[in-house]
Every structure is written in C-alpha cells, then in structure tokens.
C-alpha cells in the first residue's frame, strides 16, 4: 500500500492536467438564437412569412442580441425511396420558391 502512493500521484497530477485543458475550451458566448417556422405555421409556411419574421427580427432589435438565425421548418421530406432514403418533396419548391437565394 505504501508504494501505491506514486501511482496516486501521478493519477492525481493526470486529472489536474485534463481539468485545466478543458478550461481552455471556448465556447460560443450565446447559445444558437434565432426564430423557427415550425411552431407556429407547421407545413403552412410561406415565403412572405419567413420574410416577415426575418425583418421582425431587424426591427425588433434581436438581431442585434444575437438572434441571428431564421429556421425555414417546411416539411421539405417527402416519401422514402425504396432503398429507404428520405426524398424531396416535389412540391416543397413551390412553398418558397427562393430557398438557394435567402442562404445569403
């Protein structure tokens, strides 16, 4: 027992070292913020409704503390194919025709 007290040590100085590196991690300063589509409209959602919420979000102020993100929450799935995997929906174009163009 009394020669154990080197491996104590050493596991000791081993956790000391792991706590003080997961110190350094940095994380964000605010949690991912921003408005999703899905609670109020579901399936529903149009365009003009996600533009309306995103300049809410400008004019309200929350933009600018860090709700930076709109969430277009529109039933995009469709069917499975045979293999299982999960397909666009055909008519998930028409609800808002211009996703590719408000990614910037």
């Keep these: 027992m009394v020669g154990n007290w080197k491996f104590y040590l050493l596991g000791m100085v081993h956790l000391t070292t792991m706590e003080s590196n997961a110190q350094q ?27 309306s919420a995103a300049d809410a979000l400008v004019a309200s102020g929350m933009r600018d503390a860090g709700y930076v993100y709109v969430n ?12 299982g995997v999960i397909v666009l929906d055909s008519n ?10 408000m990614l910037a």
């Design 72 to 83: 277009i929450d529109d039933t995009w799935e469709g069917k499975r194919d045979a293999q």
């Design 92 to 101: 998930a174009e028409l609800r808002i025709p211009s996703h590719a163009v």
């Design 25 to 51: 991690v940095s994380v964000a300063a605010t949690p991912p913020m921003g408005w999703n589509s899905w609670n109020h409209f579901a399936e529903k959602v149009t365009e003009a409704d996600v533009r």
